[in-house]
């Protein structure tokens, strides 16, 4: 809580899990871990497999104990956060597959009021200006971005797909009840990619709600040419961030309301 990191450089060489939850601030957090207001500046993190400008991995899980017996037990399973954190425009973030400018996966936990400024490569695939892949849990697990952004300073990059916001969101077919939510998020970031998409590159049951992206043909560059580009993950497109109407602004915060007073709003 409350760090700036400057002139950081973090290379993931491998180990125990290879080159896989690498992080300038963490590498993997769950247990109901919370990463909150922390800044990258000037700051570079390279790994291969979920990276993250500041978590590599966050989430939710069940947590186990033993009882006095020995037999195993469950526990309530403890949210975890990362919330209220910033990448600089002079940072980059870069691996193989699932790359965020502040997370590279969000598995079951809360992403909140983060703000990217940094470029994000994945050489492999699957790219985001917030998070590398977002999906639900487990039976009672939501995974949730809320309220972030990725400036226009930020540029996305995929060798297959990427997104402003996400670069692919999951709903866990294992598990129904669950979603993958994606609410209250701003993209002005430049897209580039074989399969690029303002707020989310790959979406597969994803709910989103009251987003805006700029969606300039400029500023989303499709390197496959059999891709068509499709602008339907977010609830706002606009070619310029000033297009936005005040009916529109309206309908945008009367949409958060009604997620705020909501029980999916577990954050």
């Given amino acids: 809580e409350n760090l700036t990191f400057n002139d950081a450089v973090v290379y993931n060489k491998g180990g125990n899990y290879g080159e896989t939850y690498t992080g300038i601030i963490i590498g993997r957090c769950w247990d109901g871990s919370h990463v909150n207001n922390c800044h990258i500046t000037n700051s570079s993190v390279l790994g291969k ?70 470029d994000v490569f994945a050489t492999t695939d699957i790219a985001g200006g917030i998070a590398g892949y977002s999906r639900s849990y487990t039976a009672k697990s939501d995974g949730y971005i809320i309220g972030c952004k990725s400036s226009a300073d930020a540029t996305i990059t995929s060798d297959v797909y990427a997104g402003g916001i996400v670069g692919q969101v999951y709903q866990d077919t294992k598990h129904y009840y669950t979603r993958s939510w994606v609410v209250g998020c701003v993209s002005e970031s430049k897209i580039v990619a074989a399969k690029p998409a303002t707020m989310i590159g790959y979406s597969s049951n994803a709910t989103v709600t009251a987003c805006w992206a700029v969606k300039n043909g400029a500023n989303v560059i499709a390197n496959d040419a059999k891709y068509t580009y499709i602008n339907n993950e977010a609830s706002f497109q606009y070619d310029a961030a000033t297009d936005a ?23």
């Fill in 49 to 118: 497999d979920e990276v993250g400008g500041i978590v590599g991995r966050v989430y939710r899980r069940t947590i186990k104990t033993n009882t006095p017996d020995g037999q195993p037990q469950n526990l309530m399973e403890r949210m975890a956060y990362v919330t209220y954190c910033t990448t600089d425009n002079n940072s980059v973030v870069k691996g193989e597959k699932m790359i965020g400018g502040i997370v590279g996966m969000n598995y079951g936990a809360i992403v909140g009021q983060c703000v990217n400024n940094a």
């Fill in 245 to 267: 109407t005040q009916d529109d602004i309206n309908a945008m915060n009367a949409a958060i309301e009604a997620f705020n007073a909501s029980p999916d709003n577990i954050s």
